[in-house]
């Protein structure tokens, strides 16, 4: 297990899901409290998507938002077939040569790729990963008919292997029903529920943030300087 990075590791309970503009949100409702960055650790199809760009456009960040080392692979495949296709491997020691050179007074928020069972290879998941991070975690969900079973047990699966679950941000039109039921039988807090923006601008997204992402603050506590 690494020494915790201070912050938090986005994960989602699928493939777009919402993780990189929540990512963005966080980077607009925190900056002011502390310095942080983003990071992507591997990127997969990126010749169709760079999350990290998506990042810097949304959140306006500089080049000190943002540590933009890490694995791309072309195809958008779950990384252990990407690293396939490309004839090349991907395992945890890998990044932790890029974690070495992070500045360790910074915030990270750390986005993984897919949700926590995706494999990184033929013996690790995406969850080894996490565990080897120790960080805590945000889950991102959809707030659409089939969340309730997806979110329940991404949170199981972090429980299990120990990893603390800091909060759930829902991504669609609201549904109290199921945001009440990931609460209960998840004994999480849904910090954020997140439109479909009509237009997706840095805007639209720091307004958003600002006023209905994390009202009480929960977040600081893992984002504050310490």
């Given at each position: 297990m690494y020494a915790m990075l201070?912050?938090?590791?986005?994960?989602?309970t699928d493939t777009n899901v919402g993780k990189t503009v929540t990512a963005a949100a966080l980077m607009h409702r925190y900056r002011r409290v502390c310095h942080m960055r983003y990071?992507?650790?591997?990127?997969?199809?990126i010749e169709q998507d760079d999350d990290t760009a998506t990042v810097r456009r949304l959140a306006a960040c500089g080049d000190s938002d943002l540590w933009t080392e890490g694995i791309r692979l072309h195809r958008p495949l779950s990384p252990h077939l990407a690293a396939e296709w490309s004839g090349a491997r991907i395992d945890i020691s890998q990044l932790d040569r890029f974690i070495?050179?992070?500045?360790v007074n910074d915030r990270w928020l750390i986005e993984g790729a897919g949700g926590v069972?995706?494999?990184?290879n033929e013996c690790e998941l995406m969850i080894d990963f996490m565990v080897h991070l120790a960080m805590p975690v945000l889950v991102v969900a959809r707030s659409t008919l089939g969340t309730i079973n997806h979110t329940l047990l991404t949170i199981e699966t972090l429980h299990r292997r120990g990893l603390e679950v800091a909060g759930v941000v829902m991504?669609?039109?609201r549904n109290r029903g199921n945001r009440e039921t990931i609460e209960r039988f998840g004994a999480v807090r849904v910090l954020g529920e997140m439109p479909i923006f009509a237009q997706l601008t840095p805007e639209a997204l720091g307004n958003w943030a600002?006023?209905?992402?994390?009202?009480?603050g929960h977040?600081?506590?893992?984002l504050a300087e310490r």
């Open positions: 201070p912050g938090l590791f986005i994960t989602g990071w992507k650790p591997i990127q997969t199809g070495a050179a992070m500045p069972l995706v494999p990184i991504v669609g039109e600002k006023m209905e992402l994390d009202p009480e977040f600081a506590r893992y």
